[in-house]
């Protein structure tokens, strides 16, 4: 199966800075032109997308709507493993925060009121494992956030911890990869 990864288009949180995990924002115009240029993009290169899957936030909904109306109108769901990571304290803080920073390199640990990667990689690497088990011929588009698309690299690529810390996929960047 071949997979592909792309990031939302940008919010309204990420041209202000700030870390955005579950809370519901909306894409800015510039974002849904993001959206629409990745489509167009895949509909250019003649890649055939049979089916999105995104996460439930409205962000990544829009997007990838946005990238289907590009691209023949594949068939949308909603996946709830696929929703940002629970940052907890640092929802809306400035994205440069020492203590988001420093939570960000604990792996193991719970951001204080969210969630910590380990589990995001749980619920990421089962979402995953589900896919595998499909059709080998398939192609299928997952629409997610960076927290995400950090933790769904690493099923794919060894990374160090600092390679992990610093990933980061821009706004409807794209990655490809094998099941």
Known sequence: M???VTRHGETTWNAANKVCGRTDVDLTERGREQARALGE???RQGVKIDRIVASPLKRA???AQLIAGQIGEPPISVDERLIEQEYGVYE?????DPGFLANKRQ???RYPGGESMMQLAHRLYSLLEELREGDPEETVLLVCHN???RVLNTYFRDVT???FFHYELPNCGLEEYWL
Do not use: P, Q, S, W
């Open 92 to 96: 809306g803080k400035d994205r440069k």
């Open 161 to 163: 911890n600092e390679e």
């Open 107 to 109: 792996f193991a640990f």
């Open 2 to 4: 071949k997979l592909y």
């Open 61 to 63: 909904v829009e997007t």
């Open 147 to 149: 927290g995400v698309c």
């Open 41 to 43: 993009k895949l509909r």
